[in-house]
């Protein structure tokens, strides 16, 4: 059965309310704007968002907050969205915020089959409250659980028809590790090619993580977020 | 008579004072904000700049090469370097917390007299970012800390102890504000450098953690 998909809406159909997704990128950068617009159209709420931010104001993941869809926010920095400390503020949304290398770390984890790991960031600071700690070979470290979902929607720039990935520059950085990390992984990308027009060596996600492939029809471009 | 510099020359003045403590060769990570600008005052060509958004090999752009998918840690827009690569955001904090990052560059709100910074939370205000700046502080060889000396109302931000909370119990390796440059070693600030027109008087007037000369 094909993994590509025209209709955007029926990829998102495996997204049920009260569920845990993962959304890639970096502010907009890398972010998918084709299935989070998607997501905007579905009578879905309760979700409990992880990315790195809660997108910008009125754009990416920042429309899902101002339709109150998102329960709870799990990033590392959500000061690039003004909106969102005004939801915290009035209690309408939870927060929690990991470092940017414990998010990714954790999200590495959930895909790899562990349940967490010790780390030295946040040793001794306010985020550290809760955790376990725990010295090793003299070095103290804490305990981060790692992440897991229900589905995870990311962008990359190729896709083949099997769902081997390839991505573009900055917008890679949270993507591959999501792409791991969740029972349901769509993909939105620029190009579909057919298999075996990748080249084998520069692949980054291979196919064995991905379920639902989509074509862009948001993206950044200099000017901001544009249909194609 | 001391010449007053506007805060746009008084951030560059530090970025330069910061350039000047780069050796080659070494992988610099910039923070935001003041720490960006040590970029145009790197006079060395083995210096590669890593940006926790998952590229190593940063350099400036041109206005028509920009690539709204190609930016750094503060989502400006960069150029990528001969020599570049891009990878994943846990490939990239494994570099930085794994000690393969020789420096890093920060701004802080507050330093204590040990050396430990606080920049990354407020108290009284909602806690909404922290970034990379915990993994920073934990894994980069050497940190150095920009920040202005002194809050708007005069008093002084190099203090005996933070009051906001702290973002690493990590001593940083030295700190540079507009007037002064500070060593840290053994959890002991050394004066070793005032900026040009600055007089030690004023550095002890305006410093409130202990430091010595």
Redesign the interface.
């Known amino acids: 059965m094909s993994k590509i998909q025209q209709d955007i809406t029926q990829a998102l159909d495996c997204i049920k309310s009260g569920d845990t997704v993962l959304v890639g990128g970096?502010?907009l950068?890398?972010a998918p704007l084709t299935l989070i617009d998607g997501l905007t159209e579905r009578d879905v709420n309760e979700l409990t968002i992880v990315s790195?931010n809660l997108g910008e104001s009125g754009k990416g993941l920042g429309i899902l907050l101002n339709q109150n869809k998102i329960k709870k926010g799990i990033g590392?920095?959500?000061?690039?969205n003004r909106d969102?400390?005004d939801k915290?503020?009035n209690g309408e949304i939870e927060?929690e915020?990991?470092?940017?290398?414990?998010?990714?770390?954790s999200?590495?984890a959930g895909g790899a089959g562990l349940g967490g790991y010790y780390?030295?960031?946040?040793?001794?600071?306010?985020?550290a409250i809760g955790k376990e700690e725990r010295e090793i070979d003299g070095i103290s470290y804490i305990l981060e659980k790692a992440i897991r979902a229900d589905v995870a929607l990311i962008r990359a720039h190729k896709a083949d028809t099997l769902g081997n990935l390839v991505?573009?520059?900055?917008?890679?950085?949270?993507?591959?590790?999501m792409a791991t990390a969740a029972k349901t992984v769509i993909v939105e990308v620029d190009e579909i090619v057919e298999a075996g027009e990748l080249n084998p060596e520069e692949v980054?996600t291979p196919f064995i993580y991905i379920d639902t492939i989509v074509k862009a029809q948001q993206v950044?471009?200099?000017e901001g977020v544009v249909t194609v | 008579m001391t010449v007053q510099l506007n805060k746009s020359e008084m951030q560059h003045a530090i970025a330069e004072r910061v350039a000047q403590e780069l050796e080659g060769p070494c992988i610099v990570n910039l923070g935001i904000g003041i720490p960006t600008l040590v970029a145009e005052y790197m006079t060395e060509d083995n210096i590669y700049l890593h940006?926790?958004?998952?590229?190593l090999g940063v350099t400036d752009v041109d206005d028509e090469a920009?690539?709204?998918?190609?930016?750094n840690a503060g989502?400006m827009p960069v150029g990528?370097a001969v020599g570049a690569s891009?990878?994943?955001?846990?490939d990239?904090?494994?570099m930085?917390?794994g000690g393969h990052v020789d420096v890093a560059i920060l701004g802080a709100l507050q330093t204590d007299e040990n050396g430990v910074i606080a920049n990354w939370?407020v108290p009284g205000k909602?806690?909404?970012?922290?970034?990379?700046?915990?993994?920073l502080l934990?894994?980069a060889k050497k940190v150095f800390v920009t920040m202005s000396h002194t809050s708007k109302d005069g008093s002084s931000k190099l203090l005996k102890k933070c009051t906001y909370?702290?973002?690493?119990?990590r001593q940083v390796d030295m700190i540079f504000t507009e007037l002064a440059v500070f060593k840290v070693t053994d959890g002991q600030l050394k004066l070793v450098d005032l900026m040009p027109g600055v007089t030690i008087e004023e550095v002890r007037e305006k410093t409130e953690a202990a430091f010595t000369e």
């Open positions: 970096f502010g950068i890398g790195n590392s920095y959500f000061t690039s969102v400390g915290y503020q927060l915020l990991l470092p940017q290398g414990t998010l990714a770390e999200l590495r780390t030295t960031t946040g040793v001794g600071t306010d985020l991505y573009y520059k900055t917008a890679r950085n949270f993507n591959p590790l980054v950044l471009t200099k | 940006t926790e958004n998952g590229l920009i690539d709204p998918n190609l930016v989502k990528e891009f990878f994943n955001s846990s990239s904090f494994a930085i917390r939370a909602n806690i909404m970012g922290v970034g990379g700046a915990m993994d934990v894994g909370p702290i973002t690493s119990t």
